[in-house]
């Protein structure tokens, strides 16, 4: 089980759950936070320190957003535009700091779609 | 693992290393995890394993939920629920009670301290546990939960919240404590007695909202249990009243009470409060035993653990760990914790107090060291004595109060 990044973050990116994560998992794209799956140790405090409530528990995810768990999976586990290995599990969000690229989905959605 | 550094590890040694160091020695074992015989469970005193076992919450969980007098002792409680329902209370406790919320109360917790210790300090002697530590975090409690009572009503509350928390360490030490032992019989007619007195309060709060706790847990309640009801918000607020921090506290003041070199230090610097209460969570790790039962067979720290097995989680040693902090054993004021520490737990059982805890306690510490010159371990007192198994910490702490 794990916590999954939704649409509300794409162009918001507020990073007030990145303040929050005792572990460190939560990683800045260019749009949107994703949440390495294997590093999240599924305690929930990044979910209510969003302001747009855009963090689920894998369970809670509304159907329509269920496109997100896969999707914030795909970040780490297929290489990313430009880069020709997946991120994986690099242990730390702050040692690389913003990646700057994003998934296929988050990139696809239309500029301030959820501002 | 080694008793403690060698002296020449660092340079001063605090004057409570040895002695705590003393509370948890019957706890170490050949390996990180091994098995108690006396205790029909497993001992485990690694960080990875402990790590391990707070994250897998599929395979770990807590033993709460099984003992005998929990619910009744708990109600509709966090440490009972588990799966969906722990989870989405979970994270209503820490919307309402995160970080932000902690930083809201901090001038009334610093308030409510100075007002306790200051007629303490003009008596010139107190004893720090239960006069000031126990009182405060009650009083503080009591303020942002919003039970507004009077000086009668709340002495009265303060003694059954006393014989409350007999059944409470008594619950969760050991195998439990049956209902109808003495301990337990007096602990549900002090729950009665309190309820007695506070659920008017949160009835009316219900009609007549306000700005705190119990007028937020009516407004988020039913979005976690849509039967949400008055019960609920008495049990959610129990732990506001009567938590760790009490014996992180006390432990706290018995520290300085020993440590004259420190206490004088933080007088001068106080932005050094902050890095001494953390150090006082990872040192005196005051919830101690974590206990928790395996739910399927696994393996770790090289033993076959079978489902139905009992753990005690040795929360103190793991956060001694000599991989993650130097000079592990050393209490280091001005440390800055390498790794995160084991004290409030962690994973989905991760306190939701840690901000309002740590925040009490500071501001708990800041109070006495305003209030007065000096303050010490006054030599006709009581000799201060480290006890309790779930929850460990020092009493009685007299101390001599100089203005």
């Not at chain 1, 320190?49 to 795909?74: F, G, M, Q, T, W």
């Not at chain 2, 391990?52 to 033993?63: G, H, K, M, P, Q």
């Not at chain 2, 901090?106 to 308030?111: E, G, K």
């Not at chain 2, 014996?247 to 409060?273: F, H, I, M, N, W």
């Amino acid at each position: 089980m794990v916590h999954v990044i939704a649409e509300a973050c794409i162009d918001c990116v507020n990073r007030s759950c990145v303040k929050e994560c005792p572990v460190d998992c939560i990683y800045e794209g260019a749009r949107s936070l994703y949440i390495q799956p294997a590093e999240c140790i599924d305690c929930g405090a990044c979910v209510p320190a969003c302001p747009v409530e855009a963090i689920y528990h894998e369970e809670d995810l509304p159907d329509s957003l269920h496109r997100h768990l896969k999707d914030n999976e795909d970040f780490f586990t297929e290489p990313l535009p430009g880069r020709s290995e997946p991120l994986n599990s690099p242990g730390g969000a702050k040692r690389i700091g913003r990646l700057g690229v994003d998934t296929l989905l988050v990139a696809s959605y239309p500029q301030n779609v959820a501002t | 693992m080694a008793m403690r550094d060698t002296a020449d590890d660092h340079k001063a040694h605090s004057p409570i290393e040895a002695e705590v160091d003393a509370t948890f020695a019957e706890w170490m074992g050949d390996s990180s995890v091994y098995w108690n015989a006396e205790r029909n469970a497993w001992i485990v005193t690694g960080y990875a394993e402990t790590a391990t076992i707070l994250e897998d919450a599929s395979t770990f969980w807590r033993d709460i939920p099984l003992r005998e007098g929990s619910p009744e002792f708990w109600g509709r409680h966090l440490l009972i629920l588990e799966g969906r329902d722990h989870r989405r209370l979970h994270t209503l406790h820490m919307q309402l009670t995160g970080e932000a919320f902690a930083e809201n109360i901090r001038q009334r917790a610093r308030d409510i301290c100075r007002s306790v210790i200051s007629p303490l300090v003009k008596q010139g002697r107190a004893e720090l546990v239960v006069d000031y530590a126990d009182t405060v975090i009650f009083l503080i409690g009591c303020d942002f939960v919003g039970y507004g009572l009077d000086a009668a009503a709340m002495e009265k509350l303060l003694v059954q919240m006393q014989i409350r928390a007999k059944w409470k360490e008594a619950l969760h030490a050991g195998d439990g404590i049956p209902l109808v032992s003495k301990t337990a019989q007096d602990g549900q007619v002090a729950l009665k007695t309190m309820a007695s007195i506070l659920l008017p309060i949160i009835r009316e709060r219900r009609e007549h909202p306000r700005d705190d706790l119990i007028s937020a847990l009516w407004r988020k309640g039913p979005g976690v249990f849509p039967d949400w009801n008055e019960n609920d918000v008495l049990s959610t607020c129990w732990s506001s009243l009567d938590n760790e921090t009490k014996p992180l506290l006390r432990g706290l003041l018995y520290t300085l009470c020993r440590d004259q070199e420190l206490q004088a230090k933080l007088r001068r610097e106080p932005s050094l409060v902050t890095g001494f209460v953390e150090e006082g969570l990872r040192f005196l790790t005051p919830f101690r035993t974590m206990r928790r039962v395996v739910k399927k067979d696994v393996e770790l720290g090289g033993q076959s653990m079978r489902a139905g097995d009992s753990i005690y989680v040795i929360t103190p040693l793991a956060n001694r760990d000599e991989e993650r902090w130097q000079c592990p054993h050393a209490f280091d004021a001005e440390r800055k914790q390498e790794s995160t520490h084991f004290a409030f737990g962690f994973g989905q059982g991760y306190c939701v107090g840690r901000y309002v805890g740590r925040v009490e306690a500071a501001e708990a510490v800041r109070a006495i060291l305003a209030e007065t010159s000096a303050f010490g371990l006054d030599p006709d007192g009581e000799r201060p004595r480290w006890h309790g198994e779930m929850y460990h910490s020092v009493s009685p702490v007299h101390a001599i109060l100089q203005p």
